[in-house]
C-alpha cells in the first residue's frame, strides 16, 4: 500500500483500551490519533482524540476508558461507539468522533489517511496531568 505508515501491530492495541499517536495535518497541527478495538473487520478503529463536545482528551496517556465497546469521554461521561464514533448519550449526544482511516494489512496497523502523517507514537504532549474535571472538589 503505497502512502501507508505502520503504526503498530493490531495485537497491541489493548482490548480494554487505545493506543495513542501523533499526526501532522497539511498544516503542521500536530493532532492526536488513538487506535481502538471494535468487533467489526478489521478489528481497530481510529478516531481523532477530542471528545466532541468540549477540548478534552479521551486518552490522555493512560488509554482511553471503553465499556461494553463504547469509548467514555472522561469529562462529562459522554460514551462513543468504537466502531462507528457516533455517541447518542450526554453532553456528546448527536455528534460522532472525526475517524482517521487506516488498514490492517498482516496484524500491521497503517495509518493511510492522506490528511495525516505519523510523527510518534504517544501524544502531543507526555506531560499533561489527564482530563480536567467540572467538578467542585478537588483532591
Do not use: K
Amino acid at each position: 500500500m503505497s502512502g501507508a505508515t505502520a503504526i503498530v501491530y493490531r495485537s497491541e492495541v489493548p482490548e480494554g483500551g487505545s493506543y495513542r499517536f501523533t499526526a501532522e495535518d497539511a498544516f503542521g497541527n500536530e493532532t492526536e490519533v488513538i487506535l481502538v478495538p471494535c468487533e467489526e473487520d478489521p478489528g481497530v478503529r481510529a478516531w481523532v482524540n477530542n471528545c466532541t463536545h468540549e477540548d478534552q482528551r479521551l486518552d490522555a496517556g493512560r488509554g482511553a476508558a471503553i465499556r461494553d465497546g463504547e469509548i467514555i469521554c472522561p469529562r462529562h461521561g459522554s460514551m462513543f461507539d468504537a466502531c462507528s464514533g457516533e455517541c447518542d448519550n450526554g453532553e456528546a449526544s448527536g455528534t460522532t468522533l472525526p475517524g482517521v482511516d487506516i488498514a490492517v494489512e498482516d496484524d500491521a496497523v497503517l495509518l493511510t489517511d492522506e490528511h495525516y502523517d505519523y510523527l510518534h507514537d504517544g501524544g502531543v504532549n507526555d506531560g499533561d496531568d489527564g482530563p480536567g474535571s467540572t467538578s467542585h472538589l478537588s483532591f
